[in-house]
């Protein structure tokens, strides 16, 4: 599916490591195709961010799915008397995944190769501000 340097040995250990299913390991390989460009220690970071990015975002599709079907709430008893409901436990680790995955997936996109060429063009709007009066 993709394609491992044979002196790679961070990727094979982090492939190894990965839990072993297919949809998470195609997203890795997804998400592995736009860094391919970044070497050294820049990559060894990079491999392992995209492998808990893909590993999250396989698992709050599954998230998704189950809460989807089964709603946000559960019921609880405490004692006899006292029963109510409160937000699933999927909820709440769906809740604490997907800011967890913001975070990966922000950091990520900061390492993304830039392309040459792609600074922003000057418009003024800097030196028109920074040239007003207060």
Request: proline letters at 2%; one cysteine or more; aromatic letters at 8%.
């Amino acid at each position: 599916m993709g394609k491992i340097s044979k002196n790679n040995k961070e990727e094979r250990q982090i492939l190894r490591d990965m839990p072993d299913n297919e949809r998470i390991k195609a997203e890795y390989w997804r998400l592995r195709k736009l860094y391919s460009d970044i070497e050294g220690n820049k990559l060894k970071l990079v491999l392992k961010l995209i492998a808990r990015a893909a590993f999250m975002a396989v698992t709050l599709e599954d998230l998704e799915k189950y809460i989807s079907e089964h709603g946000c709430t559960e019921e609880y008893q405490n004692g006899e008397n006292q029963r109510g409901k409160k937000k699933s436990s999927e909820v709440e680790v769906y809740n604490t995944m997907v800011k967890n995955y913001t975070a990966v997936t922000k950091e990520l996109a900061g390492l993304l190769p830039q392309p040459s060429g792609s600074g922003e063009a000057d418009d003024g709007f800097e030196n028109f501000v920074n040239g007003r009066e207060d």
